[in-house]
């Protein structure tokens, strides 16, 4: 006697083609979608690695900068010389360390030439054959300054120098003494561009225990890259002139050169390269500008010694970045028998300066011209700009940042 089984039931058990090719898609559908989660992850970790990588190169370079250039002193002498006495304490031409064995002091600034005072200069290189994301000009400013920095653990008042600069250059050997240094009407192509470095350079004159009573002095130099991949450096400074009209704020030399606002008595601010250069400094030992003083009197009436008067008046600048307490030294080169010295500044009426020191007027024939000055400062504030690539030399990123200085 045979049982009929009910109708639906498989005798073996088993899957049909059918559910078999459904269970297989949805496998595969399954493995596609996390293998995609799996490569979305791996990127969205490495653009996060990336994009820290490249933050983490703005914010080394950039406390450094902040961390020294916020030390800038004033000075009038700037790079490293040994002193004849003509002008006490002051540089003059003929004093300046240059000999190749004392080292590199004239490779800073301007180069071969001694700078007095710090000194910004705008700069720009030009791409050839650029990407269509990229521009074809970029900022390739450079900043060259006095202020007391570490170096190998000893704080030293040194000469700071922050540019862009080829490595290429360095690797081969940089026989101008430049440091890799990109001068302002060099073309490079794309490629190069995309491996430019900051580079920070110190120099410093070694004088220690061991030698501090020795007649050679030697200048040292330091450099450190801070950043690369770095394709703009641009550098501005706050600018105000409290007797004029014009709204004071951050600036580059291209900037302020206009026919409205005189930058600065020196006016040689176009060397052969093009280059627009900014000095913090009045006056100078290379300047020929001459003004004139007038001795403080005695007031009948109350007693009181008014002070010194020192005039530049005539001029659109009027001495106004200097602030009561900075220093500035007169001096004359003949056609008067003013005593040179160094004189702190109590206060600015429009270009008429009025001296704490006294002038010994026994010693001077009253005549008020042909005097020459030197009077160093510091801007209130510096505004920094980088922009930087990733590891892939892609995806430019720009920061900025204000560095406020003792100015």
């Given at each position: ?7 639906g039931?498989?005798k073996d058990?088993?899957?049909?083609l059918l559910?078999l ?6 496998a595969a559908?399954?493995s596609l979608?996390i293998s ?6 791996q990127?969205m970790y ?7 990588e490249t933050?983490?190169?703005f914010?080394y370079?950039l406390?450094?900068?902040n961390?020294n250039l916020?030390?800038?002193v ?8 040994q002193?004849?006495?003509?002008s006490?304490?002051y540089?003059?031409e003929?004093e300046e ?8 002091n ?8 001694y700078d007095e005072?710090a000194i910004?200069?705008e700069?720009k ?8 994301e990229?521009?074809?000009?970029h900022?390739?400013?450079s ?9 190998n653990?000893?704080?030293r008042l040194a000469?700071?120098e ?5 490595p290429?250059?360095l690797e081969?050997g940089?026989s101008?003494?430049?440091?890799g ?6 073309e490079?192509?794309y490629?190069?561009?995309r ?7 110190i ?8 030698n501090?009573?020795s007649?050679?002095v030697?200048?040292r130099k330091?450099i450190?890259e ?10 501005e400074?706050y600018y ?6 014009r709204?004071g704020?951050?600036m580059?030399p ?5 026919p ?7 006016r040689?601010l176009r060397?052969?390269?093009?280059t627009l250069?900014?000095?913090f400094?009045y006056?100078?030992?290379q300047?020929?500008l001459r003004?004139?003083a007038?001795?403080?009197v005695?007031?009948l009436?109350?007693g009181?010694?008014?002070?010194v ?8 600048i009027k001495?106004s970045q200097?602030?009561?307490?900075d220093?500035?030294?007169i ?5 008067s028998?003013?005593?040179?010295a160094?004189?702190?500044?109590l ?27 030197r009077?160093a400062?510091?801007p209130p504030?510096f505004?920094i700009?980088v ?7 892609k ?5 900025t ?5 003792n100015?």
């Amino acid at each position: 006697m045979s049982i009929d089984e009910p109708d639906g039931l498989r005798k073996d058990g088993g899957f049909t083609l059918l559910e078999l090719l459904v269970a297989l898609t949805l496998a595969a559908i399954i493995s596609l979608i996390i293998s995609q989660v799996g490569t979305d992850s791996q990127r969205m970790y490495d653009s996060t690695i990336t994009t820290v990588e490249t933050y983490q190169k703005f914010r080394y370079a950039l406390d450094d900068i902040n961390e020294n250039l916020s030390k800038m002193v004033p000075t009038a002498s700037l790079e490293f010389y040994q002193d004849q006495g003509r002008s006490r304490n002051y540089w003059d031409e003929g004093e300046e360390l240059k000999d190749q064995d004392v080292g590199p002091n004239l490779e800073g600034g301007t180069q071969g030439r001694y700078d007095e005072s710090a000194i910004l200069f705008e700069r720009k290189y030009i791409l050839v054959d650029p990407r269509p994301e990229e521009p074809e000009e970029h900022w390739n400013d450079s900043i060259y300054f006095k202020a007391a920095v570490e170096v190998n653990g000893i704080i030293r008042l040194a000469n700071v120098e922050y540019f862009l600069a080829d490595p290429r250059k360095l690797e081969i050997g940089d026989s101008a003494g430049l440091d890799g240094k990109i001068s302002a009407d060099e073309e490079l192509t794309y490629q190069e561009s995309r491996s430019l470095v900051l580079l920070k350079v110190i120099r410093y004159v070694d004088l220690g225990l061991n030698n501090y009573r020795s007649t050679e002095v030697r200048v040292r130099k330091k450099i450190v890259e801070l950043c690369s991949n770095v394709t703009d450096f641009r550098i501005e400074y706050y600018y105000d002139n409290q007797f004029d009209d014009r709204p004071g704020g951050f600036m580059s030399p291209s900037v302020e050169i206009t026919p409205e606002l005189v930058i600065s008595e020196d006016r040689d601010l176009r060397p052969r390269n093009g280059t627009l250069a900014k000095k913090f400094l009045y006056g100078g030992f290379q300047s020929t500008l001459r003004t004139n003083a007038r001795a403080g009197v005695r007031n009948l009436t109350t007693g009181e010694n008014l002070p010194v008067q020192f005039n530049y008046t005539n001029s659109r600048i009027k001495f106004s970045q200097l602030r009561p307490g900075d220093k500035l030294y007169i001096w004359t080169d003949g056609g008067s028998t003013f005593p040179s010295a160094e004189f702190t500044m109590l206060y600015n009426e429009a270009g008429r300066l009025f001296l704490k020191e006294p002038i010994n007027s026994s010693g001077w024939d009253q005549d008020p011209g042909g005097l020459r000055f030197r009077a160093a400062y510091v801007p209130p504030q510096f505004r920094i700009s980088v922009r930087v690539l990733n590891e892939k030399q892609k995806e430019p990123r720009t920061l900025t940042m204000v560095v406020r200085t003792n100015g």
